[in-house]
């Protein structure tokens, strides 16, 4: 870089030194052809600044740390455009993207053999290994395919997040896909939120079979912007719900309530009345709970050890016994009440 920059001044000191050596040659022919002339006849003469104008002619590489700040798929075309037009050797390839390395994939390259630090190809094609998608190219197309509009997603962040999922999907490809943008233009009708919109969409891919993601998007922005009053149409799902909900009640004043307001209330009413229902069940169960818990409450213990009919053995029932029958103790009689006229014997 100093080298160039000195080149550079030389090469300015040169040229102003030419233009003065012309500048003095120039000023006796014009004297002496202005002597026979009067001086309002005389051409003026505009001063002449000097501009120096830097043009840088090198592109900056950033550094490559491994598994923080860019991918390794980046980095590698930013390196390969910085070499392309430095015009560097094989050699100077390989020292340029040494230069350009920190931390641990600096150090996995340092110690990797000379025949392989040496020649660029390989130093890229190592650093891919290394930090590039360790995803399958199966489960890569899973997750392209599953992949729908989210909740508060707008339809352009959709959209590129289904180009970068096709990207690592085309690298991991094992041959090329010429159906990629089909794929691309097909995933983002079928998976956008809004109906209506998914509808107006394949009408338009319909029109015009050739059409691409960018173009059928286009579209899909302007049906956004250019769409209909409020309530009119579906409102689509790619700005929150609450900032749609806020629109069609107080986004346009002095506009009568839509059907899609009068739906909103109707569903807002069932619910209310959902909600009191449930309180009342709820109520009757916590009293049905505190009646049963009373009931429990309120019987009297039982005393002494449980005595079974059949066999009058203590430990368990009738039901449960296989033991012979035997009567039950019979109770003594109880004395005759005594009478209070009744004569004694003497």
Same mark, same amino acid.
């Given at each position: 870089?100093?080298?160039? $920059?000195?080149?550079?001044?030389?090469?300015? #000191?040169?040229?102003?030194?030419?233009?003065?050596?012309?500048?003095?040659?120039? #000023?006796?022919?014009?004297?002496?052809?202005?002597? !026979?002339?009067?001086?309002?006849?005389?051409?003026?003469?505009?001063?002449?600044?000097?501009?120096?104008?830097?043009?840088?002619?090198?592109? +900056?590489?950033?550094?490559?740390? *491994?598994?923080?700040?860019?991918?390794?798929?980046?980095?590698?075309?930013?390196?390969?455009?910085?070499?392309?037009?430095?015009? $560097?050797?094989?050699?100077?390839?390989?020292?340029?993207?040494?230069?350009?390395?920190?931390?641990?994939?600096?150090?996995?390259? +340092?110690?990797?053999?000379?025949?392989?630090?040496?020649? =660029?190809?390989?130093?890229?094609?190592?650093? +891919?290994?290394?930090?590039?998608?360790?995803?399958? @190219?199966?489960?890569?197309?899973?997750?392209?395919?599953?992949?729908?509009?989210?909740? !508060?997603?707008?339809?352009?962040?959709?959209?590129?997040?289904?180009?970068?999922?096709?990207?690592?999907?085309? $690298?991991?490809?094992?041959?090329?896909?010429?159906?990629?943008?089909?794929?691309?233009?097909?995933?983002?009708?079928?998976? %956008?939120?809004?109906?209506? &919109?998914?509808?107006?969409? +394949?009408? @338009?891919?319909?029109?015009?079979?050739?059409?691409? &993601?960018?173009?059928?998007? *286009?579209?899909?922005?302007?049906?956004?912007?250019?769409?209909?009053?409020?309530?009119?149409?579906?409102?689509?799902?790619?700005?929150?719900?609450?900032?749609?909900?806020?629109?069609?009640?107080?986004?346009?004043?002095?506009?009568? #309530?839509?059907?899609?307001?009068?739906? %909103?209330?109707?569903?807002? /009413?069932?619910?209310?009345?959902?909600?009191?229902? &449930?309180?009342?069940?709820?109520?009757?169960?916590?009293?049905?709970?505190? /009646?049963?818990? *009373?009931?429990?409450?309120?019987?009297?213990?039982? @005393?002494?050890?449980?005595?079974?009919?059949?066999?009058?053995?203590?430990?368990?029932?009738?039901?449960?016994?296989?033991?012979?029958?035997?009567?039950?103790?019979?109770?003594?009689?109880?004395? /005759?009440?005594?009478?209070?006229?009744? =004569?004694?014997?003497?």
């Amino acid at each position: 870089m100093e080298d160039e $920059l000195q080149e550079l001044r030389n090469q300015i #000191a040169q040229l102003k030194a030419d233009n003065e050596k012309l500048r003095q040659e120039r #000023a006796p022919a014009s004297a002496s052809s202005g002597a !026979g002339t009067s001086a309002a006849s005389a051409a003026p003469t505009t001063p002449v600044i000097d501009r120096l104008v830097f043009v840088p002619r090198d592109r +900056k590489c950033p550094m490559f740390r *491994g598994r923080t700040g860019i991918s390794v798929g980046e980095w590698a075309e930013e390196a390969q455009a910085c070499m392309r037009a430095r015009h $560097l050797s094989q050699a100077d390839q390989a020292f340029f993207l040494f230069d350009h390395l920190e931390g641990e994939a600096k150090e996995e390259i +340092k110690y990797r053999p000379a025949i392989e630090r040496q020649d =660029p190809n390989k130093i890229i094609s190592i650093l +891919k290994g290394l930090y590039g998608c360790t995803e399958s @190219y199966v489960a890569l197309q899973e997750a392209f395919f599953s992949r729908r509009q989210q909740e !508060g997603e707008t339809l352009q962040e959709f959209s590129l997040a289904l180009l970068n999922l096709m990207e690592k999907v085309k $690298l991991q490809a094992p041959g090329d896909m010429p159906n990629a943008d089909d794929l691309l233009r097909d995933q983002f009708i079928e998976h %956008v939120c809004d109906g209506s &919109l998914r509808r107006e969409l +394949k009408q @338009y891919v319909r029109r015009y079979p050739r059409a691409t &993601l960018l173009e059928v998007r *286009g579209e899909a922005i302007r049906w956004e912007l250019e769409g209909l009053p409020a309530g009119m149409r579906g409102r689509s799902n790619s700005v929150p719900s609450a900032f749609g909900l806020q629109y069609a009640m107080h986004g346009r004043p002095g506009i009568e #309530a839509t059907p899609t307001q009068t739906e %909103v209330s109707e569903v807002k /009413a069932l619910l209310k009345k959902q909600q009191e229902q &449930l309180d009342l069940l709820t109520q009757s169960i916590a009293l049905l709970q505190t /009646a049963q818990t *009373g009931r429990q409450c309120s019987r009297s213990p039982r @005393y002494g050890p449980i005595i079974c009919n059949r066999c009058q053995q203590p430990g368990h029932i009738a039901r449960e016994c296989d033991g012979p029958r035997v009567l039950g103790r019979q109770q003594p009689p109880l004395p /005759a009440p005594r009478r209070g006229n009744q =004569p004694s014997g003497n």
